[in-house]
């Protein structure tokens, strides 16, 4: 018999997370913390619960994917806390993106009681969570890591142990890093095509299968010709991942100029009520330095 699992989280990544397990036969149960979100796992038989706590006592395995480091914090340590559900033999993994130093610490809390726990932040967006095909970057020690891995195999299609706990947070950084660079050139190639007056489909078939290919242009780049700016993933959790990576690259001593450039772009847009846009709004503050409407 599979393992009765708990999914915390419902949002964007994660119903589509919980529903692939769903699919696959493991016994749900879910909380989030607006319940109209999970009425369709619960149409579909999974168990609500009315806290963390409940998932955690109820289950052999939780999943956990929520918004900001505080949220985190809430889900794991709050009064009606996965912490106070636990159990001995208990797995619990967090997906959210957030910092390394908060993965280390619930690891560290949890292990007198006989919890075990890894970090797993995914790469993929809303399409990824869709079709399964995440990656995982797992930090945990190797028997969590192999206990995990056929949930990981359900939800997502690539798959690395990059470490002990904390470190796939670490990889999960350097993914923004890339990320942030790529999102600022094509969002400034798509600027640059549309005052060249070239036809913008044509461009992106073109440049899209040379050097230039990437994830953005195949599935974001073509949102913005579109006019859709509907989040796969929000402005305002990409700077909250900006920020825990210059924070942490600052800890190390490491100057990033381009992600520090690209970060302040986007809290522009915040501060203009784009926070919950997609993060190929990006090229709407590009749009606006040049005075007139191209998307």
Known sequence: MKKKTGFIGLGVMGASMSAHLMAAGYPLYVYNRTREKAEGLIEKGAVWCDSPKEVAAACDVVFTIVGFPKDVEEVYFGDA???????????????????????????????????SFADAPVSGGD??????????????????????????????????????????????????????????????????GAKAHLDLDTMLATISKGAAGCWTLDNLAPRVLKGNFDPGFMIEHFVKDMKIALE????????????????????????????????????????????????
Do not use: W
């Open 81 to 115: 806390g996965i912490q106070a559900g636990l159990h001995e033999g208990l797995i619990c993994c967090d997906m959210t993106t957030t910092k390394p130093s908060l993965m280390t610490e619930i690891a560290e809390r949890f292990r007198p009681f006989g919890v």
């Open 127 to 192: 399409v990824g969570a869709r079709n399964a095909t995440l990656s995982f970057m797992v930090g945990a020690d190797d028997e969590t890591f192999a206990n995990l891995h056929p949930y990981f195999e359900v939800m997502g299609k690539t798959i690395n142990h990059n470490g002990p706990v904390g470190a796939g947070q670490h990889t999960k950084m350097c993914n923004q890093i890339t990320i942030a660079g790529t999102m600022i050139g094509v969002s400034e190639a798509l600027v640059y």
């Open 248 to 295: 942490e690259a600052d800890r190390m001593g490491l100057a990033l100029p381009g992600l520090s450039l690209v970060k302040e772009l986007y809290t522009a847009l915040i501060s203009q009520g784009c926070g919950r846009c997609g993060t190929q709004a990006l090229v709407k503050a590009l749009e606006s330095l040049t005075g007139e409407k191209l998307f």
